[in-house]
């Protein structure tokens, strides 16, 4: 059974009222079914999700899926999901690399992230390390705002079912 939970690269932001200018629903990013599935920090509100496949003989780390926690300076924190794109090369059981692409909802501004993920696949576990920055164009100034989610320990079990708690924003 697929689960679906939607949420724009934006949305966080905009429920926190630092986007008013990006307003709209923007793209809606299907949580997928992984092979391992876990937590960020050990946060109930956080995913992390991944496969592990044989390309050309080799294993590698694809369809990673992350909500986790970011923070952006002059404004409030929250929590954001996004599929990280491309592939992740597995060498004697580990694997490391940043992922630089961006993501442009229709009618809405060009959002980029940047993704350093490592990690280590024991048996049925995995662990490793998440780093992310996602820049989208300051709706109350020129410029950019940079929100970063810092460097975060993560843990995920082959064959887990784990969905995050997703909490309503606090305040009027």
Request: net charge positive; proline share 9%.
């Amino acid at each position: 059974m697929k689960r679906f939970i939607g949420m724009s690269a934006c949305a966080a932001v905009l429920m926190l009222g630092v986007a008013p200018a990006i307003a709209g629903d923007g793209p809606t990013f299907p949580q997928p079914e992984n092979q391992f599935e876990g937590r960020i920090a050990k946060d109930p509100q956080t995913y992390m999700g991944f496969d592990v496949r044989r390309r050309n003989g080799r294993k590698v780390v694809q369809n990673v899926f992350v909500r986790a926690k970011f923070s952006c300076p002059g404004f409030s924190a929250g929590y954001e999901q996004f599929p990280v794109k491309g592939a992740f090369a597995v060498k004697r059981g580990k694997f490391s690399d940043v992922k630089t692409y961006k993501l442009s909802p229709p009618g809405q501004a060009t959002f980029r992230f940047r993704v350093a993920l490592s990690g280590k696949l024991k048996g049925k576990r995995a662990r490793g390390d998440i780093r992310f920055t996602i820049r989208f164009p300051n709706p109350k100034s020129e410029g950019f705002v940079n929100c970063t989610g810092r460097e975060r320990d993560w843990k995920a079990r082959r064959g887990a079912e784990v969905e995050p708690v997703i909490k309503p924003p606090m305040g009027p």
